[in-house]
DNA sequence: GCAAGACACTTAATCGTTTTCGTGTTGTTG
DNA sequence: CAACAACACGAAAACGATTAAGTGTCTTGC
């Protein structure tokens, strides 16, 4: 009982033209008569018509649509790129097709393949924790096949990039606990390899130099996951030691917030006789009590810029410009956004 | 530069036979010889050949993608909603298109036509809390290409749902305020027309009507946007009436974890002297002091379900059986998870 | 020794669209 | 009135894959 789509063909039986016809008079070539052309738009408006977008994939070699690879779609942060992305995207006429990682390089495997076989226009990619290697996105360079990075970067891969300082932004947290007369900062920092929890790390250690203050890793514990969870048993763990912290930059909110949580069970109070400050701006750390001191990652900026960088590339090539990459790395402010856990 | 695509022809130019041959190849059928079929593959195989899915899509008008609109993805439920829709998909070799309303009805009509257009094999959606006509859905129906509504429905609409039973979440919420004691209970709705805002404001009515406690209009508000914000507004409004409530169920824990705040701010204390209770089950709820009481809403499960069901309908339909869609409700169990706040 | 089958492949049409290259009809010009 | 534009449209190939319907060649049986 279905209705078939409308197609090229339906409208020039009607009209008792050829297809060709009227694939030529939607699209104004200058060879199709007037008369011809008012038919054949009134037809379609009247049909619906819309040309069916496999068949241009298929004869353009454009699909329109671009993907994204992120670790996990249950975070505000990415959350908000997300949404970055695809206002700019729809403004320009691209789908966005968005895959998960699961913080897992496997599934990130996986992921690349599947779009790159679904013939994306280009690729949006934020790592997983877990990825060393990225050989996996190669096939996209070795295609001319536009990709950018955001937030959890390969810094040797060539390609553009969009980053926050998390060096930068980890020193500001960092300093501002200084300020703030804190002596004994401890640091919960993310996994050994994605380049935001060493930088972020790196941060932290500048400005501990800077205020001549000693590093000592007993003040410095590694998550796995991330989690609240973590940020609460670690904090547990450096506020029962015999010179406990007095203040704790956390390398995510959600782990300030743990961190908050296990400060609170331990009857320290905050800030006073710790505090906190984390990293993101996620919406936790504004309804959390004490309020999370913490840093502003911009996410919907993040995701709009690379959406940004990505259709220029793919324009640009489209435009038949000898696609030539340049690994810039377009870096997005980050500023301290103070509240009551300091 | 950059190299092409490995198609059928490059297979066949190479082991000099025609494309037909390769394509039978590959699909194993009985009228290639052995030989062939090895040699096919394993050239295959070496190239990473990847048949082009938009040719296929042109072919076999099948696209293997479905496509979901929700109305804003930064929230925590529809977040769990795409992961539990993803995994069930991707099990079954499909892809997820996912765009937003932003609970906006013209952008949701927006995005239904592109998916239209895009020869989605199927459509989930929930629909935007503006939405009251959802006419531009019948072009679905129309065409005999499943649908599936999840959380936000249109009761009316021909097609199958997946819903929690808001009713009784209400009605639970509501009721454990009163076995918890109290006497005079607020409530802060949902807009006026998502089905989720009716019926939870109808689950409390009932619940009070159980206890033969009065419904006071003047203890029922109403939000427009459902947020922090509103929560902490309303609640500042009915704590400061004449006689102020003692319990409070609010519509989201977005708006119990405002309400929370005002209550903090007017140092009226939970959950002595107001308990309150969320709906959804967020992630704040846990994060909170005090940790906030809710009704679990299975978002995951929601996704993974409705995905199903649409699978389900896909296959039936290309099994060429008449597409009779029943307008089945699967409706998930929600409970309560009682936690500081009452 | 010759028809009938089995075997192993190829031809051609198809999906919906685009685009190059015709082709037939007008109208103008010398 | 022959020659030639200008005009308005059509035929055909192409994108990559699938599949029904051929087409040769070699066995086999009687």
Redesign the interface.
């Known amino acids: ?5 409308v197609t090229l063909k339906d409208i020039a039986a009607q009209l008792g033209v050829t297809p060709t016809t009227v694939s030529k008079a939607l699209k104004d070539y200058p060879d199709i008569g007037k008369e011809t052309k008012q038919k054949v738009k009134e037809l379609a408006k009247a049909l619906n018509y ?1 040309p ?4 241009l ?2 004869k353009n070699k454009k ?1 329109n649509t671009v993907g994204v690879i992120i670790p996990e ?4 942060f990415f ?2 790129v ?2 970055g992305m ?1 206002s700019h995207l729809e403004e320009n006429g691209y ?6 990682s699961g913080e897992n390089t496997e599934q990130e495997i996986k992921q690349v393949n ?1 779009l790159f ?3 994306v226009d280009g690729l949006l990619v934020s790592l997983a924790n877990e990825t060393q290697n990225t050989d996996h996105f190669k096939q996209f360079t ?3 096949i536009p990709l950018v990075m955001f937030d959890k970067v390969d810094e040797w891969f060539p390609c553009k990039k969009v980053l926050i300082h998390d060096k930068k932004g980890a020193f500001t947290a960092t300093n501002h606990l200084i300020e703030r007369g804190c002596k004994r900062i401890a640091h919960i920092r993310g996994p050994k390899y994605p380049l935001n929890a060493i930088q972020r790390h790196e941060g932290y250690m500048n400005a501990l130099a800077t205020a001549n203050m000693d590093y000592n890793p007993d003040l410095v514990k590694q998550c796995e996951a991330v989690t ?1 969870e973590e940020g609460y048993a670690f904090t547990k763990e450096l506020l029962t030691m015999d010179q406990p912290p007095d203040g704790i930059f956390a390398v995510t909110d959600q782990v300030a ?1 743990g961190a908050l ?1 296990a400060a ?1 069970d331990l009857n320290v109070e905050v800030p006073e006789a710790l505090k906190i400050v984390g990293f993101s701006d996620s ?2 750390g ?4 004490p309020a999370l001191t913490t840093i502003h990652q911009p996410g919907y900026e993040i995701g709009a810029t690379a959406a940004q960088l990505l259709i220029e590339e793919i324009e640009l090539k489209s435009k038949g410009a ?2 030539i990459t340049e690994s810039t790395q377009i870096i997005l402010d980050t500023y301290l956004i103070q509240r009551e856990s300091t």
Request: aromatic content about 6%; glycine content about 0%; hydrophobic content about 45%.
């Open positions: 009982m279905s209705k078939h789509r819309q069916d977008s496999h068949a994939a298929l699909t779609i249950a975070h505000f959350a908000k997300i949404k695809m789908r966005l097709l968005i895959t998960l599947l076989n679904n013939k070795d295609y001319s609240f917030v949580q609170k919406q936790v504004q309804i959390v009590k000898e696609h």
